[in-house]
């Protein structure tokens, strides 16, 4: 396998993105910068109480506003079901409560959708939304995921019992138990995981326009996958056949998982619109971005792990609460446990491991996946316990992972809790190796020690990690998650127009990866023909084959799966073809650098446009062929991939503040074959960015009465440019055997490996005051108490 | 209402205004020149960065009756006869944008910055301060500002 490509031209090579012209010009049409033909604006109104039930709403003033066409409240929706939960914990009850179009007499937290004005204008619409009367009658509240499941706690939900949305294990309990029992250190930790909020540059938006016509609603919405918003508000929510309405996911200005996810705004505006007999857009406020998009991580750990005095670690067990927020978001349950439990072994050969994981109900807002959705929780938690053992034995962080290593002869590896699958490929030390070279470990100990000398402390603090991405195999899904019961397959249709001009339609949806360049890498290579001449299509559910969108870095491994799947075939009909315009057997022709010609007697050939164009014409076709090249491929990966590498932070605490300075940043990834290094790089360097913001300043933070405290970007710490140093970057090039492009996926790598990096290098700096741990984000203010705390 | 005259891109347009319209929302809804962005409403994020009489400014914290008069240039001006501005040419090169809903604000900000003078790295990277982008983690900007600095 992973053979077709050594030929390539494009393919491996730093191509400029073909997206780029619109999106530097201001060209490119973002949500907000569609016009529709009548538009009228809709405003909503949101709980500011986290908890409290809703004696009455009184619309009447907020009606009578100027400008104001209509005021809806959660009782003109009471034919419409709540939102669905897609994807819920295996192997236990899940007690769901999901939103609704508007909620009608209960609020589980500050930001829930109320009441909604539509007005000629958005100022209209805005100003209105004062003068709507609610009765709220506020309950008690909590906020705190493991508080909530006490005795005596808030109950948000009739339907779930101290708050416990479910209650899951993955592993083997009893041998896990038993191997801590035995073994020679254990060292326990309690591991706070912050909740972020993810923050892309463009909020939401969802615009619909009814056709009373025909019935049919075209909604249009910043979204990750299309296809899956037209299926669960269709199946789910309407209760009508999916070919009666189209969505539409325009150019997306980022989204790290966010908008994944069925919201309640896009089935609003669809009603309204059918209400109103109107075209009608919501654009959401970066205020309520904060409180009403998903959030991400927020978990409480406690974790013993169990290791021999030479560093063998021989058992890991981790109780996790998963503070899910007031109410379910679409595949809430999956994430902290399918995504996060599964993956607790890192890039070790743990021989016993079990994880039980509480999802919990808080009044807090909704938390779903964001960039990693599980795997960085996991990464932190055995990155973080790695370094506890070397602490606690008092060898070298490096020494023990190296030590504990899953060897390269030991793939594929199965780690015992991933339900079946298996790691597929992974050489950790090389990458480890790389990234000390880079580093110059030995030169930094040495300056460590004589910085130490003098009074400052320096740190390092690595993270070999290994991550699961291109999700995934539809039966593996199937088995480890409940709900729709869909797969996680994807789509790709590839023509071959009748001047050579080839149109790919894909189930996948960039927000920013430029998938429009690396799939015509793609294409351009295995038809031999320029890159402008391919068309990369996505985000339209008008008249495209079925796909289940972009998260879970699945667009190279999946979704270019899909499309490479479809030109073997489309090359073989070209092939077909060709030899019967040539008189030539099948058998005595090859398709090579966009032509076929006689096997022996290369000058005697056809070009693939003009094969295409005999092909469009159809007067001349063999025996039996259809007209025309065009290929729909639905791929279903084997197994998942499982990208690798080490990421190594070298930082420096100021012990007087406790203020952090990241000093240098060295990451040496694994992400398979690389179809665009430029592309490849810029995906590292942005979660790099993410990951180290959540290790030292972002976190969302709840007041006890469910406020959220950080509801914009003045409180909410985003960095900014000057927070960072360069990057140093490296790759190591594993192939996978799964896809036959030998691709992993690298789009949340970055995000995954680096926050527990930068966390063991300042616990590293700080070793010498014997602080072992701090919980982050690493603030100056939690630097500084931790060590005063020390000096105590 | 009141009725401001007011050069964008070299067109003189003259509009009746709310007076708490910002210069935003007359870019974006007025006129139609949806390049310029909004993705904050607190001066925070930077997308909405316009040229105002030369000196870059956030248009969601003007209002537009403060810009009578004067000279805006959006993104869809900044290369005026030329197909690309030389920091659209270096934004591209590098790959300093990937979702692209900052890159208009970014590049005007950058474009003040270098026509003040010399910078290094640590200069654009105080210098763009102002401008948020949660995809790149700005190491690929910082390169194609200072790429397109040193073509200056």
New interface residues.
Partial sequence: MATQLEQARLVGAPVRRVEDPRLITGAAKYIDDLKLPGVAHVAILRSLHAHARIGGIDVSRAASSPGVIAVFTGRDFEHLNPLPCAWQATGTENHVVTPRALEIDRVTFTGAGVAAVVAETREAAEDALELIEVDWQPLETVVDAEEATRPGAPQLHDSAPGNVVMDWECGDLAATDQALADADVVVEQRLVNQRLIPTSMEPRGAAADYDSGTGTYTVWMSSQCPHVMRLLMTAFVFGIPETKMRCISPTVGGAFGSKIFLYPEYVLVAAISEKLGRAVKWIESRRENYAATTHGRDHITYLQVGAKRDGTITALKAKTYANLGGILSTIAPGIPTTLYGRMLSGTYRIPAIHCQTVGVYTNTGMVDAYRGAGRPEATYVIERAVDLVARELGLDPVEVRRHNFIPPDAFPYDPGILAGLSYDSGEYEKALDRALEIVDYDGFRAEQAAARREGRYLGIGFSTYVEICGVAPSAWIGATGQGWGAGLWESANVRVHLTGKVVVTTGSKPFGQGHETTMAQVVADELGIPLEDVTVEHGDTLGTPFGYGTYGSRSAAVGTVAIYNALQRIKAKATRIAAHMLEADPEDVTYEGGRVSIVGAPETGKTIQEIAAAAAVGYDLPEGEEPFLDDTSYYDPPNCTFPFGTHIAVVEVDAETGEVALRRYVAVDDVGRVINPLIVDGQVHGGIAQGVAQALWEGAVYDESGQLVTASMTEYALPKAEFFPSFELDRTETLTDVNPLGVKGAGETGTIASTPAVVNAVVDALAPLGIAHIDMPLTPERVWRAIEQAKA | MPTIAITVNGTRYESDV?P?MLLVDLI?EEL???????????S??G?CTVSLDARAVKSCTVLAVQADGAKVV???GL?GDAA?HPL?EA???H?G????????GM?MSAAELIAKGPLD??A???G??G????????????KAVAAAAAGR
């Fill in positions: 709310e708490r974006r139609g020149l949806t390049g310029t962005k909004v993705g904050c409403e607190t925070q994020c997308a959006t993104i869809e290369a690309l659209q934004f591209w090169e790959h944008l990937q979702c692209g809903f900052c890159t208009p590049i790295e640590a654009i990277r105080h763009l301060e401008n948020l982008c949660r995809c790149t983690g700005y190491e690929n900007i910082v």
